[in-house]
């Protein structure tokens, strides 16, 4: 089958061409090639690769009335390198029915058939299908069906797997004696069948959430409940001899970063919410976890310590940005990272996952780590904007079944809480909230465990002086009580003095204050303050200036530490072409152990700068001057709208290196694409490595 597919593809090509002019706003068709070529020398020994990655796709989309349309597609992907080749040959097909102001209803199916050239061929399967009821006065109804196989065609088998997913979710919204209410529930029944192993997984899970809210005294008061309950069931039965197989073990938080936070990771609940379809949203301003931005932190926390050795990570992948058979080339520089208390992390190591394209998913494996808490960072964001986003992460463990035997865990929660809000005056506002959260968990032939959150806080903010002075507190306390366990909390307390008399300058000062404890005795103490003042001295020039100063005390550890930093940046624009921006910071730390004392410091010192004289020339270049020097600097000339070259120079130390670039789209169907990079490393053997590359594309 894998042969013919050549001949299969061009019989279809030719077809195209061949009908009605008319015909060709239902067809499409694009071809992509790439080829990469590397030379390198190292210690004197030098080394030659090459890769070559061809793409078709011949696809149509064709409305059959105004509310069914039924779109397909068949793509070829080969993957040659250094001879070895890897070819898949695949049909997707999709029907959509979207009948105005009622339902929508969709199908879709696609099945990929792999080729390696010195392995048996691979295939998987997908089908789903969605039927949903947009809200409108009546409860909105969301039921999806997901059934995803694998299987490879080795004597004996290897791998057979079924996983099929249901979900149900319905929502409604109404008011009722002035009060603004919303009732949820969700139903999921997640089943994975190992063939092979014989060993069959089945997750039913029910969720419902209730969230009230009013306003009293003119709108002054603002009141909001909300109150939830939550079972999740795993089944898993092995049919053969004793089996260690593995068992999503659900975590308690989900947690995320964009790396401006750290340590500290943000509670993100949507990161576990089973919800694998649907690109999180983040707190904070970011809409979505892009993996195209370097420094992302995902991870997730649990009540106690678990055993963990794998991590899922699922994406939303944009087809039309990203190719999917090429995920899997994609340096993203991951690492992974535990903690005990979602503070002090320690570095793992550098992971490089599997990308399985079946689940949509980065499949994380290492040995098994015993922690609270886990987190994965892409330390480089290599794909387009916008062409993978992150949906859920998901952490695997190990659980050991007997013969014929099933192995239960049951999983429950149940939480409430609520939030007021006073403003007696334009001046002054007043908060308080309260939230309980229980969770246990029961396995058989092992210990119960249940451990209930209790969290309380109350704020306060008054403005003194309009525009000049504002002063705002708050205060908070967590306490972790664990069945046959320590309990432990923390409190943290700040408070903050804000002005911004003049357009063109603010500033704040913070003190913090926090203490965690362990069975009542306090384990760790710190007192911060920060200070950040932001000038605008004249047209074009901007002064950032920022200042912490921090102090910990360990008296478990018998440790105390105290550290500084100071930072600064000035933005020069002396003529609108022309933006410079210049970074500077110094830090410095002392550590007291027991006796024994420890310090470090560190100072930085950054320029960057553009320069857009026209639109059609562009430079860049960056100067590090400390802590190490190094320097890079790239030109863009665009001469026609449809030619573009770019030339990159950069050294450092020890390396130096440069690269050029050519685009050209002499006309719509074609694009090309050549490149040429090479480093060199300044060592005694004169380390070398060169890379070329061209990419060619045609849209039809």
Do not use: C
Not at 224 to 242: D, H, I, V, W
Not at 644 to 653: A, D, H, K, V, Y
């Amino acid at each position: 089958m894998m042969r013919k597919a050549p001949l299969v593809l061009f019989t279809i090509l030719v077809a195209m061409f061949s009908v009605r002019a008319d015909s060709f706003a239902d067809l499409n068709a694009r071809a992509d090639f790439s080829y990469t070529k590397t030379k390198s020398k190292v210690d004197g020994v030098e080394s030659d690769s090459s890769t070559f990655n061809e793409n078709y796709t011949l696809g149509f989309r064709k409305t059959l009335t105004r509310t069914i349309a039924f779109a397909g597609d068949v793509r070829l992907s080969r993957a040659t390198k250094d001879g070895d080749r890897d070819q898949s040959l695949y049909p997707v097909i999709t029907l959509y029915y979207t009948p105005p102001e009622m339902y929508n209803l969709r199908f879709g199916y696609n099945r990929t058939e792999t080729s390696p050239s010195d392995g048996d061929r691979i295939t998987t399967s997908n089908t789903n299908v969605s039927f949903s009821l947009p809200y409108t006065k009546y409860p909105s109804l969301n039921l999806t069906y997901n059934r995803s196989t694998s299987e490879d065609h080795n004597t004996p088998q290897q791998l057979n797997d079924v996983l099929t997913n249901i979900t149900l979710n319905t929502g409604y919204t109404f008011e009722l004696f002035e009060t603004s209410a919303t009732l949820n529930y969700s139903y999921g029944l997640y089943t994975l069948e190992d063939k092979v192993t014989e060993i069959t997984t089945e997750t039913p899970s029910h969720i419902g959430t209730a969230f009230f809210s009013r306003k009293f005294l003119d709108g002054r008061l603002t009141s909001s409940a909300n109150a939830g309950y939550e079972l999740r069931e795993t089944t898993s039965e092995s049919r053969g001899g004793a089996t260690r197989f593995k068992q999503e073990i659900t975590p308690s938080s989900g947690l995320v970063d964009d790396g401006t936070s750290l340590p500290i990771l943000d509670d993100a609940p949507g990161l576990i919410d089973n919800d694998v379809n649907t690109a999180f949203d983040p707190p904070g301003t970011k809409t979505s976890i892009d993996l195209s931005d370097a420094n992302w932190h995902m991870g997730f926390g649990f009540n106690t310590s678990q055993l963990i050795h794998a991590i899922y990570l699922y994406v939303n992948v944009n087809t039309t940005l990203v190719d999917e058979s090429t995920i899997g080339s994609y340096d993203f520089g991951w690492q992974l990272y535990t903690s005990t208390d979602n503070s002090t992390w320690t570095l793992v190591g550098t992971v490089t996952p599997t990308y399985n394209s079946v689940y949509n998913r980065f499949e994380f494996s290492f040995s098994e780590k015993n922690a609270r808490y886990f987190k994965v960072v892409n330390t480089l964001g290599p794909p387009p904007t916008g062409g993978i986003k992150v949906t859920e992460i998901e952490p695997i463990g190990y659980a050991l079944a007997t013969a014929m035997e099933s192995y239960t865990t049951t999983a429950t929660r149940d939480f409430w809480g609520f939030n007021l809000s006073y403003a007696p005056t334009d001046r002054l506002t007043l908060g308080f909230s309260f939230s309980y959260d229980r969770n246990a968990r029961e396995s058989k032939d092992a210990p119960d465990v249940e451990t209930v959150n209790m969290r309380h806080g109350s704020n306060l903010s008054y403005i003194f002086i309009p525009k000049y002075l504002t002063v705002s507190t708050s205060y908070s306390s967590l306490t972790i009580e664990e069945k046959g366990g320590t309990d432990t909390g923390s409190e943290f307390y700040s408070l903050t003095f804000s002005s911004a008399p003049l357009e063109t300058l603010n500033s704040s000062l913070t003190y913090s204050h926090t203490e965690s404890t362990s069975g009542g005795a306090a384990t760790s103490v710190d007192d911060t303050v920060g200070m950040n003042v932001f000038m605008n001295l004249y047209t074009g020039i901007d002064l950032n200036f920022s200042a912490s100063m921090a102090e910990t005390d360990s008296p478990q550890q018998n440790s105390k530490s105290s550290s500084r930093s100071y930072m600064w940046n000035l933005r020069l624009v002396p003529w609108k072409p022309l933006v410079v921006l210049v970074n500077a910071g110094t830090s410095g730390s002392e550590t007291d152990q027991a006796g024994t004392k420890t310090s470090s410091s560190t100072k930085t010192l950054s320029l960057d700068f553009s320069y857009t004289p026209t639109r059609k020339v562009y430079f860049s270049g960056n100067i590090d001057l400390e802590p190490d020097q190094s320097q890079s600097y790239s030109v863009t000339w665009l001469p026609t709208r449809t030619l573009q070259m770019g030339l990159r120079l950069n050294q450092s130390n020890d390396t130096k290196g440069g690269g050029a670039d050519f685009s050209w789209q002499p006309f719509k169907p074609l694009s090309l694409h050549l490149g040429y990079n090479v480093t060199i490393q300044d060592n005694d053997t004169n380390d070398r490595t060169e890379i070329m590359f061209a990419r060619a594309s045609i849209v039809f």
